[in-house]
């Protein structure tokens, strides 16, 4: 396992993505704890929720439960990162929705310290930028809880450039990551992965393996690989920042996911993906 850094963190270079975990086609609670182990297992130190990343209505926080039961079994699990958000919402009827007001970003954070079982939260992130909030005052409630002790570290997901650059100058250094839909299918987000290289920002791409196909299926044919290694490889090699977290719902996906970290594509490897 390669390992990267989220601001004074050193974390795998593949995370888990756990959100297939609790929503809809969701595994029962045996194969979910059971892929957060292998993951574990495989090296991954680095956990992404939410408290939204749930199916029902009432079961706001489903997967942060999941996550902390998971850890609690195993020994050494002080040394996971697991980064939860707050902002979002889930009625139940499959549809998500965004408040950023400075009063429910403190209570969601009150409410995943709950279920974590934490005294503070590793990585905190704005899940999305409520359009009806003005940016400064949702950033300014991660600052508050930063300077009140309730979240060591700061992030951001689902955020142009702007924003990232009026969050920094809010934050500072409690800033450390971004959390963007990055993937074979996506690529709009490419100022924003320039900008987080940069400002030395790590950068989660989530839904990193959406649009595999052509060249990443020719490329692991060759390498006797799968093509979800050869795209994490892919997302690795486009910056020191990348953190990859792919989501999984079995233990033998995150298995081969977190093996990406020991693949180093070529540059010729490289030059025929996007």
């Known amino acids: 396992m390669r390992y990267r850094g989220i601001g004074d963190v050193e974390v795998s270079a593949i995370g888990l993505g756990a959100m297939p975990l609790s929503i809809e086609g969701r595994p029962d609670r045996d194969r979910a704890i059971a ?18 990343y749930h199916w029902r209505a009432s079961e706001t926080g489903h997967n942060e439960v999941l996550i902390a039961e998971a850890l609690a079994a195993r020994s050494g699990s002080d040394a996971v990162l697991v980064a939860t958000k707050g902002g979002r919402g889930r009625p139940g009827d499959g549809s998500w929705t965004v408040t950023g007001t400075p009063t429910h970003l403190k209570n969601a954070c009150e409410g995943s310290l709950k279920r974590l ?11 999305k930028p409520d359009e009806n909030v003005p940016w400064a005052e949702s950033v300014g409630a991660l600052k508050e809880l930063a300077d009140e002790g309730k979240i060591r570290l700061a992030g951001l997901s689902n955020v142009s450039s702007a924003q990232i650059l009026e969050a920094r100058e809010i934050l500072g250094e409690t800033l450390v990551s971004v959390q963007n839909e990055h993937a074979p299918a996506q690529l709009s987000h490419e100022p924003e992965l320039a900008l987080c290289t940069e400002l030395g920002l790590a950068y989660l791409p989530w839904g990193p393996l959406r649009g595999i196909g052509g060249e990443f299926l020719s490329v692991a ?43 180093v594509l070529t540059a010729e490897d490289l030059a025929r993906l996007p």
């Open 221 to 263: 044919e060759e390498l006797g690989v799968s093509p979800q290694q050869v795209c994490l490889a892919w997302l690795l090699a486009k910056s020191p920042s990348m953190v990859a977290i792919p989501g999984s719902t079995r233990p033998a996906t995150i298995r081969d996911s977190a093996a990406a970290a020991d693949l």
């Open 35 to 52: 892929t957060i182990h292998a993951a574990l297992d495989a090296g991954v130190t680095l956990i992404d929720t939410a408290d939204s």
């Open 117 to 127: 079982g934490v005294d503070a939260i590793g990585l905190y992130q704005l899940h």
